[in-house]
């Protein structure tokens, strides 16, 4: 997560259902008349095969039928890319490449035809930093091994019945963990397109018009996105500028200012093809300003120390135009107060 962004919970979550269940007691999980459950396709990933074949076949008497196998991380990426998957069950210690990476670049739209598509991540261990970097990767449940069949029914009808909105930060798209969402915030949120639900409500008008709603979906993802990485800018900018009259500077400071490059660098990068792109030229002056300063921090020059601060304004200004100035100017300036009484 950045400087910026908010805290989420990381909960560790216990070995589930009950394995003396009989089929007849899951089949209790029957679907509707009109449900389309014999559509709804799964990525089974898993080293040891002989796991997930009781899943399938428990699922495919409830009548689940699209199992689709991926024995490694390169596996499931092509995969991806080629089939309309609802819901991905996947071992973390995938072979052959990095899969919470993967899921990353699935929520950000560089793997797969589908940033919103349901991800279950298993794990024979139950380390905390490993739940954390799963969490982070912006999967939507963790699952300790053994997985019963009841005990991933159970998860999927909760992701049916209650998924968790989606949020979008500068370096985060997944779903919203904050640990009181009661709480407010800066940071909107969205139900994500679902089409495992679609699928097994039988929504037929909503499935007619699904990879239209992925792509609305994903465009204005991508927007927010854009957005946020301009927020963090301002609040970079925020942070640093009270420091950089005094060089040389600490290290925090020397992490920001890098920050500041990067946040900037990947603006211009992303900003092309999308509403913003006018915006492209600010964002390209705070690149090269932000490289100046990173490049000999201690002769910084007066006139770019104080230039920072109105380029931030106007490219926050920019990406929110129907926003007040100084409403926008009051939220950095609460973000930054909060960072800092973080410590």
Known sequence: MSTLDSVYLVAIITPIGNFNLTTRQILMNIPSPKSRRDTVEFALCERRLHVMAPLKTALG?????????????????????????????????????????????????????????????????????????????????????????????????????????????????????????????????????NTLREKELGNLDALANVEAEIERSAIEMREERLRRIGFQISFLVDLVTPKLVDPPFDDQ?????????????????????????????????????????????????????????PLSIAILEAFYPGRDGGDLMNEIASAVSNFTKRG
């Open 61 to 193: 008497q409830t009548g689940y039928s699209q199992f689709h196998n991926a024995r490694d991380v390169d596996e499931l990426r092509l995969m991806l890319a080629g089939r309309p998957i609802d819901l991905i069950v996947a071992d973390i210690e995938l072979p052959d490449g990095d899969l919470l990476k993967l899921v990353k670049d699935i929520r950000h739209g560089r793997a797969g035809r589908n940033p919103f598509v349901v991800i279950m991540v298993t794990s024979w261990a139950m380390e905390a930093d490993m739940v954390r970097s799963a969490i982070d990767a912006g999967v939507d449940d963790f699952l300790v091994n053994p997985i019963s069949p009841q005990g991933l029914a159970d998860r999927i009808r909760n992701i049916v019945e209650a998924r968790k909105p989606f949020i979008v930060t500068s370096d985060y798209i997944g779903p919203e963990r904050r640990r009181d969402p009661r709480r407010s915030s800066d940071i909107p949120y969205f139900n994500p397109p």
């Open 253 to 309: 400071t020397v992490r920001h200012l890098r920050g500041l490059e990067t946040a900037a660098r990947e603006a211009v990068e992303k900003l092309k093809g999308t509403k913003f792109e006018a915006i492209a030229t600010l964002c390209k002056s705070m690149l090269g300003l932000a490289k100046r300063i990173n490049a000999d921090p201690a002769n910084l020059a007066t006139k770019d120390r104080e230039l920072l601060s």
